[in-house]
């Protein structure tokens, strides 16, 4: 017996309408990210504490013996490995300073627009040693909620994609509906297809709302094409949603597979620079948020919105997503069982 359209298209729409009967889950999808970009637009766009930040780009750590600026206290130097990334970093206001030691001559990069960045720039003619060679990189400064929003968003969509398949279909084990489910013409496949495109249709839906609607008042930066910006979110919930597939393949216990999920959710928002750049973080702390899906969407989603990147030119980022979804919707797929037994 092969896949049926007619099987798969009712098990969809099963789905959908049992989520949205649930008022108060569709409430807290809809609500608690709003709530979130509202908060941290009201915290953190006002005047602050000066924080000064310095990329330094060269073939080893900052140190002092590179130059006595770098030994200058309260200053939190960090190596950048990309110049041309670092200096579209201080022409966002994402960092005061850029420090070039790679070529034969050092070179220093301000935003004359940037009044921390004329500070720090003080400092570093007065610190002593042979004076940098000047730049400039201009640019108009983003918000922290410019910054923030595509990981509040998408912390949001991680948790809907993970708990909205992962918990739901260890549900239906432990309930019996799977056992029953399992007794009708339907086939494992055309489930767990059901699942996810209903998943994935209420994921884009909800998100893109709140997005239209929050922009409406914020009005975030978009450099970037809206479409590629879908698309990427697209792919990012369907690598999201293959990882709640995985959890939910044999698990028979919803405390189990509730402590699974909050596992794998819990230190991807963390670590994924949803909230906060991991810039200057140590270096295996970023080596860890490499390996989250939600870390490559959340960086590239800013790529699109902040630097007008396109989307073919995020091969990398990308290529880890489908190769989660493809690793994750394989596992998955061959290990479901609709009993506990």
Known sequence: MGFSFQRFRAATIARSIEFLRDRSALAWNLMFPVLMVVGFAAIFSGPGQPVFKVAVVASAE??????????????????????????????????????????????????PES???ELVEKLLLGSGGVAPEKQQATGKPIRYVDWAVPGILGVNLMFSCL?????????Y???????????????????????IVSRLALVMTTT????????????????????DLFILTLIGSLSLTSMGLLVAARVGSEEISGGLLNVISSPMMILSGAFFSLDGSP???????????LTHMLSAARS??????????????????VGTTVVCMSFGSLLFKWTQD
């Not at 041309?84 to 960092?95: D, L, M, T």
């Not at 902040?306 to 290529?319: K, V």
């Open 62 to 111: 900052p140190s002092p013996a590179m130059h006595p600026f770098l030994g200058t206290p309260h200053v939190q130097f960090y190596r950048e490995p990309e110049l041309e990334a670092a200096k579209r970093k201080v022409a966002r206001h994402r960092v005061d300073l850029l420090l070039d030691f790679s070529g034969e001559k050092p070179r220093y990069w301000t935003n």
């Open 115 to 117: 009044p921390k960045g």
């Open 163 to 171: 708990w909205g398949v992962g918990y739901v279909i260890v549900r």
């Open 173 to 195: 084990r432990k309930s019996g509906h799977l056992k029953r489910l399992n007794a009708t013409p339907l086939r494992a496949l055309e489930f767990v297809s059901a699942q």
């Open 208 to 227: 893109t709302m709140m997005f239209v609607g929050c922009n409406l008042f914020m009005h975030f930066p978009m450099e970037g094409s809206y479409i």
């Open 283 to 293: 270096r295996w702390v970023q080596a860890l948020a490499e390996i989250f899906p």
């Open 304 to 321: 699109i919105m902040l630097d007008g990147t396109r989307l073919i030119d995020l091969g990398y980022p990308l290529l880890v997503l």
